[in-house]
Nanobody
Framework: QVQLVESGGGLVQSGGSLRLSCAFT????????MAWYRRAPENERELVAR???????NYLDSVEGRFTIARDNTKRTVELQMSGLKPEDTAIYYC???????????WGQGTQVTVSS
């Protein structure tokens, strides 16, 4: 059974930086595509950044150039480095794991990121 635990959220001023981390518990981390989603109040959940099992990344347009996703297959972690944070980045951020061949999908419990203006 896969479990995902996020950490690193918090309150930061506009223009600041935060690093989110997601710890993966379970087998075969390397075969999962990992992603960060977020949901702001009254908004739908949206994909922020994704890194597949081959290391290919893609980003939400509004975070491109400010956020960086990276995975460490040895430590079984995925991180989201966020810089140049804006108030509109305020949301609960969720870690996601998907095993492409089977469709198995797992979610973390979420971590709050609040950016003050």
């Amino acid at each position: 059974q896969v479990q995902l635990v996020e950490s690193g959220g918090g309150l930061v001023q506009s223009g600041g930086s935060l690093r989110l981390s997601c710890a993966f518990t379970g087998n075969r981390f390397s075969v999962y595509a990992m992603a960060w989603y977020r949901r702001a109040p009254e908004n739908e959940r949206e994909l922020v950044a994704r890194i597949n099992e081959f290391g290919t990344t893609n980003y939400l347009d509004s975070v491109e150039g400010r956020f960086t996703i990276a995975r460490d297959n040895t430590k079984r972690t995925v991180e989201l480095q966020m810089s140049g944070l804006k108030p509109e980045d305020t949301a609960i951020y969720y870690c996601n794991a998907v095993r492409s061949v089977s469709g198995e999908t797992y979610w973390g419990q979420g971590t709050q990121v609040t950016v003050s203006s």
